[in-house]
């Protein structure tokens, strides 16, 4: 069974700082179906990237998506106070259960 | 635009069953992927499984194999979602979301979740 890890599991940061995110595999991850997703307290979560590194219809391009095998990494560039929520990863689409990472909480320091 | 509309809140006994429903407008419906999608207070995404309702068998996370069943209904443009034997640890809000392309891939719409409290 795939295992998505990310991290690390809480990130203090604050406007404007460069925030990089990390998701590992427990195996090798085909990179067209790595998927990033926001979700805000009280919110469904939000597609941000899908196929490691294309951003959803309305994501700005200060968030980017890089990586293949086992390490992925999505990279907020300079972050604006919106950003500031918690981040999944999700493996999908293949024989393999459609998996999520535990999460990586974003916070204002 | 593509809406998601789920059914409303349930309160369950422990080893009874909930079925939650997810009627898709807005969009095509057939050949693109219904994902089923928890999350327990307080805790990470759980994807459960998912149906492309123009092929109408189901892919279910193995956690979930034997205890829930998720269907379409092409006609009605709606999936659906039942889980049973319910537990504590099934309270949770339950999301349905839809593929952003054909095929049960990542998902760009969602619905506004259901919570599902199971209580004695």
């Known amino acids: 069974e795939l295992v998505l890890t990310q991290s690390p599991g809480a990130l203090s940061l604050s406007p404007g700082e460069r925030a990089t995110l990390s998701c590992r595999a427990s195996q090798s991850v085909n990179s067209n179906y790595l998927a990033w997703y926001q979700q805000k307290p009280g919110q469904a979560p939000r597609l941000f990237i899908y196929g490691t590194s294309g951003r959803a219809g309305g994501i700005p391009d200060r968030f980017s998506g890089s990586g293949s095998g086992t390490d992925f990494t999505l990279t907020i560039s300079r972050l604006e106070p919106e950003d500031f929520a918690v981040y999944y990863c999700?493996?999908?689409?293949?024989?393999?259960?459609?998996?999520f990472g535990q999460g990586t909480k974003l916070e204002i320091k | 635009q593509v809406q998601l509309l789920q059914s409303g809140a349930e309160v369950k006994k422990p080893g009874s069953s909930v079925k939650v429903s997810c009627k898709v407008s807005g969009g095509t419906f057939n050949n693109y992927g219904i994902s089923w999608v928890r999350q327990a207070p307080g805790q990470g995404l759980e994807w459960m499984g998912g149906i492309i309702p123009t092929f109408g068998t189901a892919k279910y996370a193995q956690k979930f194999q034997d205890r829930v069943t998720i269907t379409a209904d092409e006609s009605a443009s709606t999936a659906y979602m039942e889980i049973f034997s319910l537990g504590s640890e099934d309270t949770a809000v339950y999301y349905c979301?839809?593929?952003?392309?054909?095929?049960?891939?990542?998902?760009?719409?969602w619905g506004q979740g259901t919570l599902v409290t199971v209580s004695s």
């Open positions: 979301a839809k593929s952003y392309t054909s095929g049960l891939y990542a998902c760009d719409y």
């Open positions: 999700q493996q999908y689409g293949t024989s393999l259960s459609n998996t």
